[in-house]
């Protein structure tokens, strides 16, 4: 049989015995990526400059060209856009904030607006996205995928580790040290005065920042979104440190637990429980700043490495995280911010130890 025919045959039986799947992925690596374009978006956290940096060196190291897109999704609008070398993240990798800067952008909610993005990276020959930041900058992301088929690939940074499909969120770890670092020296100016502080610290969804930069401190209650507070209980418990004139004590509250803020349960503490000398602290954006932790600059090289391995990969529209210590692959419609469970190990843990 002449060559030309075996060959035809060959073709029609391979396309016979290919899966619709198989051949999405195939199709999908022809489409190689070679030019990205990495963005920090929403939120900042400490740990994007490392994460920049991987993914800058990575796309390097195979070949791709590399480019800095500032203020995330309004200067793919505005077509703020750069081109990156090894150079330009040297010595990045200890600081705190991004120096890609980041931004909100209203626009790019818009049908318009993301036209206009899509556009400015098709001058650049832009064909890959790395996005860093929380689930809005994902949805983002994914929207924009399905409308202009751009691979984005996510890297979770936020302080709050509130995103389904990680372990880790870039900015956890330095944000709780910094709250630590904090309580730490309010717990000695307490300890000199005979006060009772009330700490509040960030998350409005998550209360992860409170749990552990509270059982960290020998906080004596430790108030978070995810457990119904019960007020009763710790004012009964602090009349009864009261009697014993145990007199200093910390008491932790995520921003957004559901009886308020620290100001509001100071005032009821002052109301029913008057022997306590109060003072509130609200420890605010120092917990967004600062050097990152050696385990966020750990998570955000290994995160930013692996989103370009993604790219390369003809993986699409996933959000890169950690389970279990191994990389694990999350839809991006899928890594949403979710209340991680808070075992009731952890609140029987506080307890305990605070008596
Ligand atoms: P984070 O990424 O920290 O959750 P945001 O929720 O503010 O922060 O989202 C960052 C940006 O992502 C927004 O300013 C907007 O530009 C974009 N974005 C968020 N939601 C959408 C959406 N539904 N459609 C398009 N863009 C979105």
Same mark, same amino acid.
């Given at each position: ?78 077509? !703020? ?106 717990? !000695? ?68 637990? !559901? ?73 991006? !419609? ?22």
């Amino acid at each position: 049989m002449p060559t030309q025919i075996k060959n035809a045959i060959w073709d029609v039986l391979v396309d016979c015995l290919l899966t619709s799947e198989t051949r999405e992925m195939i199709e999908k690596m022809q489409k190689k990526v070679t030019r990205i374009g990495v963005m920090t978006s929403g939120g900042d956290a400490p740990g994007m400059n490392a994460c920049v940096r991987a993914v800058v060196r990575t796309g390097l190291y195979h070949g791709l060209e590399v480019f800095g897109i500032m203020r995330g999704y309004q200067g793919m609008i505005e077509n !703020d856009i750069i081109p990156m070398d090894s150079r330009s993240v040297a010595n990045i990798i200890q600081r705190g904030g991004t120096i890609l800067k980041t931004a909100r952008c209203k626009e790019f909610t818009t049908p318009e607006g993301r036209k206009k993005a899509y556009e400015n990276l098709q001058k650049h020959g832009i064909n890959g996205l790395v996005v860093i930041g929380g689930d809005g900058s994902f949805k983002g992301a994914q929207i924009f995928s399905n409308e202009y088929d751009i691979p984005c690939i996510g890297i979770p940074g936020t302080i709050d580790k509130d995103i389904a499909g990680t372990d880790f969120t870039i900015g956890f770890d330095t944000a709780v040290n910094t709250a630590i670092d904090a309580i730490d020296k309010i717990r !000695d100016t307490a300890d000199a005065h005979d006060r009772l502080f009330v700490v509040e610290v960030m998350g409005r969804d998550a209360g992860y920042i409170a749990l552990y930069s509270g059982i960290g401190t020998g906080a004596e209650h430790i108030l978070i979104p995810e457990k119904k507070t019960d007020v009763e209980q710790i004012l009964s418990s602090l009349q009864e440190k009261e009697r014993r004139k145990k007199l200093v004590n910390i008491l932790v509250v995520a921003e957004g637990d !559901d009886f308020g803020g620290g100001n509001e349960l100071a005032n009821l503490i002052k109301e029913r429980v008057p022997g306590f000398d109060i003072r509130v602290a609200i420890l605010g954006h120092i917990q967004r700043g600062g050097s990152p932790s050696s385990m966020d600059r750990l998570i955000a090289s290994r995160m930013g490495y692996s989103a370009v391995e993604c790219l390369l990969e003809g993986r699409h529209n996933v959000m890169v995280g950690i389970v279990n210590n191994r990389m694990h692959f999350t839809p991006l !419609d899928k890594a949403v911010k979710a209340k991680q469970r808070i075992s009731e190990e952890w609140m029987k843990i506080v307890k305990i130890l605070a008596s």
